[in-house]
């Protein structure tokens, strides 16, 4: 049995609900999320290596936005196969790709842990996906097993565990809300050290050190996106949080959430953190003999 990150006790047998819902809205709200978290994912990729000519297999895919950002860095000799468990977004990210004009962007609906695939990768790249996983260093053992020897493993995920350091007197707001965050989170069964995990998911998985960076987007000004992809945030976990008890629909008030947040960071004159995420990329090294 391989060794795990710590875990929450609900995620040991099976895999976390996935806290965002599978809504139309949760698929604007990755497009929003690509916005926010897109050029850290870009600068993981170029990073760790992945560029024109390559195949790249996407995990999570979503709505599509890092495999599009994927198809910019290997241009049209290079390939990109995209892989979620949801169907139906899938159905956005294609609709995406088909009005694009794009013809190397292919996506598989299904866990991409047992899916076959005909040839090696040149790279698998995954962002906040390992953390709904119920072993996330098994799933990476699985999938770097498409991967031709040498070939790039590039995953970032979220680090929640140093969300509650944020909390002020001066933003209550916030306080609560980074509560939810988490409780919301840990009922579901997701990884909360996701993010710092990755050092010895890869490394119980069979693959080198990586090379590692902890990243936040972070605003304060008063037009800044945040405010509302935080709002966005909350709009999918409302279901959830109401499952689980954690908060009324009132209590959260989606209508008013984003001016109320902007109010109390202008007020307060302290920046607003969104969730903190960790990169991570490494080579696989080729099987040695004897």
């Not at 995406?96 to 790249?125: H, M, W, Y």
């Not at 906040?128 to 053992?141: N, R």
């Not at 902890?214 to 909350?234: C, D, V």
């Not at 908060?247 to 008013?256: G, K, L």
């Amino acid at each position: 049995m391989s060794k795990n990150i710590a875990v929450s006790p609900h995620s040991l047998n099976k895999d976390a609900t996935y806290t965002l819902g599978r809504t139309s809205h949760e698929t604007n709200r990755l497009i929003e999320q690509s916005r926010i978290y897109g050029e850290s994912t870009k600068r993981l990729c170029q990073q760790a290596g992945i560029a024109e000519g390559m195949h790249v297999l996407e995990i999570g895919s979503g709505a599509g936005d890092v495999a599009l950002m994927l198809v910019d860095l290997v241009g049209e000799t290079g390939q990109v196969v995209g892989v979620d468990i949801n169907p139906i977004i899938l159905e956005s990210a294609r609709k995406r790709i088909q009005d694009l004009g794009l013809n190397n962007i292919e996506f598989r609906a299904g866990d991409a842990r047992e899916i076959i695939f005909e040839e090696k990768f040149d790279a698998i790249v995954g962002r906040f996906v390992l953390m709904y996983m119920s072993d996330p260093t098994d799933a990476l053992a699985q999938l770097i097993s498409h991967l031709k020897p040498g070939g790039i493993v590039a995953f970032q995920e979220p680090e929640y565990t140093l969300y509650p350091a944020f909390r002020h007197p001066d933003t209550p707001l916030i306080n609560q809300l980074i509560s939810w965050i988490l409780d919301v989170f840990q009922h579901s069964g997701a990884h909360l050290n996701a993010g710092f995990g990755l050092y010895q998911i890869f490394i119980d998985a069979g693959l080198p050190a990586p090379e590692m960076h902890l990243q936040s987007p972070i605003g304060a000004e008063e037009n800044w996106a945040g405010y509302r992809y935080m709002t966005t945030i909350f709009e999918s976990l409302l279901p959830l949080i109401e499952e689980y008890r954690l908060a009324t629909s009132e209590q959260v008030d989606i209508n008013t959430l984003s001016e109320r947040l902007r109010m109390e960071v202008l007020k307060a004159k302290r920046p607003f953190y969104l969730p903190l995420h960790v990169t991570a990329h490494a080579r696989k090294t080729p099987c040695r003999l004897g």
